[in-house]
């Protein structure tokens, strides 16, 4: 059997289509037996570019009666990232739920995106561990990071 079914071109997120950035160093630690970045610290850069994020947006706000989650992680690796260098972490806001904030993210090397991927983090309750309504003025302030593609 042969398939000719022609696939549509990938288009690949640049860092203008972020609203915020922040830049990581590459560690020596950072790579696997192959010389490149290992898989799992792809999450870990995700990870560091919600962490800037999150406090960039919310500022000093405290949430007493419930803390954030994440429910889903989605990473494609597009290019192996090498040492020594930095990567760019974009990350702008794509989904907003009644609970949940749907997080895009890309990792660029050198200008080129070698990994994109979503984080889905959902509000819960501290002492019922049950989702919860994320309050309005957060919502406010996430609607001012929405992608921008």
Not at 85 to 111: K, P
Not at 115 to 128: M, W, Y
Request: proline share 5%.
């Amino acid at each position: 059997m042969n398939d000719t079914t022609v696939k549509p071109a990938r288009t690949l997120p640049r860092p203008d289509d972020f609203p915020f950035r922040v830049t990581e160093t590459i560690r020596f630690r950072d790579l696997d037996r192959n010389g490149h970045v290992n898989n799992a610290v792809f999450a870990t850069y995700f990870e560091t570019g919600r962490v800037f994020f999150i406090r960039s947006v919310y500022g000093e706000r405290q949430f007493a009666d419930g803390g954030f989650v994440v429910a889903r992680l989605e990473l494609n690796y597009l290019k192996e990232i090498l040492w020594p260098g930095q990567v760019e972490i974009c990350t702008g806001v794509e989904r907003i739920g009644t609970s949940s904030v749907t997080y895009a993210q890309a990792l660029f090397v050198n200008g080129e995106c070698a990994a994109n991927g979503k984080t889905t983090i959902v509000r819960i309750n501290k002492a019922t561990k049950t989702s919860t309504p994320l309050p309005e003025e957060i919502v406010g302030l996430l609607k001012q990071q929405m992608m921008r593609a």
